[in-house]
């Protein structure tokens, strides 16, 4: 595996790669888990070569967000990367990626309105402009996003569609379900933070969240389901819920009650230092 910083290295070594078959890019900020290693998984079973990134990209934290304190492990990072049999680890520096008199920045509206884009303002605007510059630089045939954060991964295909992106096309921009602990909480570099009786609690939030899914595809309006997650959520030592919302799976629309259409039950809540997300699918009826 090479490890590469800067962008003339990378299209250097990538051009021949390029010959051999597909691209496959899983772009990360690293402090990798099962889940990020999932994606490098199904990369491989998709194209002969794929490309990881890790890049803790300032420009999607906010103001008081956890920035500096984002775990960093690029060592332990590659010799898990090396074991996948991953062909190159792009892990550019700031200075790389932003240089000196960077000034553009990619908005995309709609699907990143409301949710983390309520809570966490300019959050999507930095996701949508490193992910449009990973594009350039890897241009991959196919890029893979966990499908943990639903809202993220529906500004990307959006963003894609938009700016007419070829490599990868829309289609080729693959969401890959969420890995989950035994206990079902899903996985995340932020779980780190959690002591041990905020993570013994905090598998409260995918059981609740199954209850009102349960609830919802049994024809209950979404308001009463959702205020019940946000109440079992709290009881069990959350400090607070940012969001818990059904929403259409494709367009993220509010929905009240299941409809005709696939939904999404999206959640955000803080335990400790930790800001968790999570979503699950809701049924058609």
């Known amino acids: 595996m090479q490890t590469l910083n800067q962008l003339s290295a990378l299209r250097d070594y990538l051009s021949p790669l390029r010959q051999d078959g597909a691209l496959a890019l899983v772009p990360t900020m690293g402090a990798l888990h099962e889940g990020h290693l999932s994606l490098v998984r199904e990369a491989h079973a998709r194209a002969a070569h794929v490309v990881v990134s890790i890049f803790v990209n300032p420009r999607q934290f906010g103001a008081n967000e956890d920035l500096d304190a984002y775990p960093r492990q690029l060592a332990r ?5 090396a074991g996948e049999g991953v062909s190159v680890l792009w892990a550019p520096t700031a200075e790389a990626m932003y240089p000196s008199g960077y000034a553009t920045n990619v ?4 699907v990143s309105e409301g949710l983390c884009g309520g809570a966490r303002p300019g959050h999507f605007d930095g996701v949508a402009t490193v992910v449009a510059k990973l594009f350039n630089q890897v241009q991959p045939d196919i890029a893979l996003f966990g ?3 639903w809202q993220q991964l529906a500004v990307i295909r959006r963003m894609a569609r938009d700016l007419d992106f070829t490599r990868p096309h829309v289609t080729a ?7 989950r602990e035994p206990d079902g909480l899903a996985m995340s570099s932020r779980n780190a933070y959690l002591t041990a009786s905020q993570r013994a609690a905090a598998v409260a939030l995918p059981r609740a969240m199954r ?21 079992a959520v709290i009881s069990a030592g959350f400090a607070s819920v940012d969001y818990a919302e059904l929403r259409d799976a494709d367009t993220l629309a509010p929905m009240p ?19 968790l997300i999570d979503n699950m699918a809701v049924a058609p009826v």
């Open 107 to 110: 908005s995309v509206s709609g």
């Open 257 to 275: 009650a299941a409809g005709s259409t696939p939904g999404r039950l999206i959640v955000a809540a803080r335990i400790g230092k930790a800001r």
């Open 211 to 231: 209850q009102a899914i349960a609830r919802i595809e049994d024809g209950e309006p979404a308001a009463p389901a959702l205020a019940e997650l946000e109440s």
């Open 77 to 81: 990072d590659a010799a898990l990367l």
């Open 147 to 149: 499908e943990k954060d």
């Open 173 to 179: 921009i693959l969401g890959v379900e969420t890995m």
